[in-house]
């Protein structure tokens, strides 16, 4: 086996807005595993600032390399026992979300025949659409309502808004305007706060979004503050989604301590961030067995990352829209056989 990686800078078309900032590019780093003649392709990606592995190019790409090289000597050494075996004997790389959800996906792709196909299912022959929300970036009001003008358009009936970096009197103008147009009945609201809310306002805020219907919202405080998000899933007349709340944590007794002890209504799980392929498996688990709901979504990944996860979320029968419907972000993205449409994704049939 031998391997190659191509750094890939994603420039975004319009600057993406959250509560951590603006982002412009996003740097992914392109994996190929070959061996005798077959080609396996997965992304490696990360988010700067929220993937816990990164701190510099140079010293990512090292490790990069290193995870790398070291899973090809055990394959070559144990070609039988496969990527599961080698995380089970090499814990350390569960340290190392994007890598592993990275080297995961080219081993699957290479498994079944190198044609990008990550998972043999249903999706992935082009027999099953997914339901997926639109997304709507934090700006301006006025541009904010033209994002979701632009998903009502394009037949999604779930958005998801960044909320909790504007004027927190233009946030709820914004909601007042879609809800005085369009009501429960016809849009479901999804909010994201990425951690941004202050942990001892967070539940009057919470009190005030009531009014306009909001599905979930996701991370409304910053992570760490398990007894504060109790508390806040306790009492919130808003389901709230734990996302950045499960970034680093790697080991399955501690995932389940975690949910037990904060009993979110919801989970996100980017493979990327949240342990890879292997790692989000067990977030599942953990949720169901607590009867708690859960949905993947991208971690901002090229096509080549959005399309493994779509396939990851096509061995689940799971009714919850996705969040897959990052695909058109980007002014380089790689071509892609995934198509949108009405709120659905799903892949073109060979």
């Not at 950045?244 to 399955?252: A, D, Q, S, Y």
């Amino acid at each position: 086996m031998k391997y190659t990686i191509q750094f890939l800078s994603l420039n975004f078309k319009t600057p993406a807005g959250t509560s951590r900032g603006y982002l412009l590019t996003k740097p992914s780093w392109i994996l190929t595993l070959e061996n005798d003649g077959i080609e396996g392709i997965g992304e490696i990606s990360i988010i700067d600032g929220l993937s816990p592995e990164f701190e510099n190019i140079p010293a990512f790409e090292k490790n990069v390399h290193n995870f790398i090289q070291h899973f090809i000597a055990f394959y070559n050494k144990y070609p039988d026992k496969g990527i599961n075996h080698f995380i089970q004997e090499n814990p350390e790389i569960k340290k190392y979300p994007s890598i592993l959800f990275g080297l995961e996906s080219a081993y699957l792709d290479l498994q079944n025949g190198g044609k990008e196909k990550y998972f043999l299912n249903e999706f992935t022959e082009g027999k099953k659409s997914i339901p997926i929300n639109g997304l709507v970036w934090m700006g301006e009001a006025s541009y904010m309502l033209e994002q979701v003008e632009d998903k009502i358009l394009q037949g999604f009936n779930t958005i998801k808004l960044k909320v909790g970096a504007l004027d927190w009197e233009k946030e709820i103008q914004i909601l007042e305007t879609i809800r005085s147009q369009y009501d429960k009945s016809k849009i479901t609201i999804r909010l994201d706060a990425n951690g941004a809310f202050d942990a001892t306002k967070a539940l009057e805020k919470l009190e005030t979004l009531k009014e306009f219907d909001i599905h979930s919202i996701e991370q409304p405080i910053k992570p760490g503050l398990i007894e504060s998000m109790t508390q806040i899933c306790q009492q919130s007349q808003i389901p709230i989604a734990l996302d950045e709340e499960l970034i680093g944590i790697t080991l399955i007794e501690d995932k389940e301590r975690l949910i037990q002890e904060i009993k979110p209504q919801y989970i996100i799980l980017k493979p990327s961030l949240h342990g890879g392929i292997s790692g989000s498996q067990e977030w599942i688990t953990c949720a169901e067995k607590q009867n708690i709901n859960w949905w993947m979504t991208s971690a901002l990944e090229s096509n080549i990352g959005l399309n493994t996860i779509a396939q990851f979320a096509g061995e689940y029968e799971n009714p919850l829209p996705q969040g897959l419907g990052t695909g058109s972000l980007y002014t380089n993205n790689v071509p892609s056989d995934l198509t949108v449409e009405a709120g659905f994704i799903f892949k073109k049939r060979d």
